[in-house]
């Protein structure tokens, strides 16, 4: 029988406490080999690797593994690793409640570009003036997370957001800083797509929701995309459609009645001119990658 599709809450990969760990990533990965398949969390997860090389793949973009690179992502997104040499480094895991009763606003991590669930913004190559200071922040970490007690978790707190904000700091360094107002539109559009993909499939849709017009809407996303509005939506149906056909024990009809298709041939076309390949070809793919 084929094996069901991985998702992991923190509590299976957490020993100290159910909320949040900080662990040298070799030891991490030597008690934790099925995360070389790939499989989603249900938590965030950030991984700073400070030696060896392979690659790493999320929502099915490969990137290769270097030292004083660091990898995030958002609760559902698909990764997995595999790894040419040993590595080391730090891994991070904190669930969704983790901030909330210790910020203002819930939603303050999820305003983190690398925290975009989006797989380019997600992978942050660390210059040598941060690279000691990322590491001293892991070991402080480290020590932190191993004795469980509530100063000790906001010590913990502080720390993770301080690391943060210096990796946003490296993001904006490189890459110029959209205007603050489209920035904000664009992340609110994003939140409702993910929200809403399955039953809401056109721009003037999620136009109306953010008191837009929908031109206003296409302007912003090919500004800071260079994509359509359009074009956004229809890539993350096509990204979540790649997600379920991971699982080979769901069928084509089934993933796209999930996806709220009419029927199994227009989702096949869909994906098919959204990816270039049929349903079927990329879930040949997956098993020959």
Not at 1 to 25: G, N, T
Not at 132 to 160: C, K
Not at 252 to 268: H, K
Request: glycine share 4%; with cysteine.
């Amino acid at each position: 029988m084929a094996q069901q599709y991985p998702v992991f809450d923190i509590a299976e990969l957490v020993a100290s406490h159910p909320d949040v760990m900080v662990r040298p990533f070799a030891l991490y990965h030597a008690e934790h080999h099925k995360l070389d398949v790939p499989h989603r969390h249900r938590f965030y997860h950030l991984v700073y690797f400070t030696q060896g090389k392979g690659h790493h793949t999320i929502d099915f973009d490969r990137f290769p593994v270097r030292p004083h690179q660091l990898y995030a992502m958002v609760p559902g997104q698909v990764h997995h690793w595999a790894f040419d040499e040993e590595v080391d480094g730090y891994v991070l895991n904190f669930s969704v409640s983790f901030f909330q009763s210790f910020l203002l606003r819930p939603d303050y991590i999820d305003e983190f570009p690398f925290f975009q669930g989006v797989a380019q913004q997600s992978v942050v190559d660390i210059p040598v003036s941060l690279q000691a200071t990322l590491t001293g922040l892991f070991e402080e970490m480290v020590e932190l997370a191993s004795v469980v007690g509530a100063r000790n978790l906001d010590r913990l707190r502080v720390l993770i957001l301080k690391l943060f904000l210096d990796v946003t700091s490296v993001q904006e360094a490189t890459t110029p800083v959209p205007l603050s107002y489209s920035t904000t539109l664009l992340r609110n559009f994003r939140k409702l797509v993910d929200r809403h993909f399955t039953e809401l499939r056109l721009p003037r849709d999620y136009a109306a929701l953010l008191y837009i017009t929908p031109n206003h809407l296409n302007a912003v996303c090919s500004d800071l995309l260079g994509l359509s509005a359009g074009e956004v939506i229809r890539n993350r149906i096509a990204l979540e459609a790649k997600r379920l056909l991971v699982n080979p024990e769901r069928s084509i009809a089934e993933i796209a009645y999930m996806l709220n298709f009419e029927d199994n041939s227009y989702f096949t076309k869909f994906f098919k001119k959204n990816t270039g390949v049929t349903p079927e070809a990329f879930r040949k793919s997956l098993r020959t990658s």
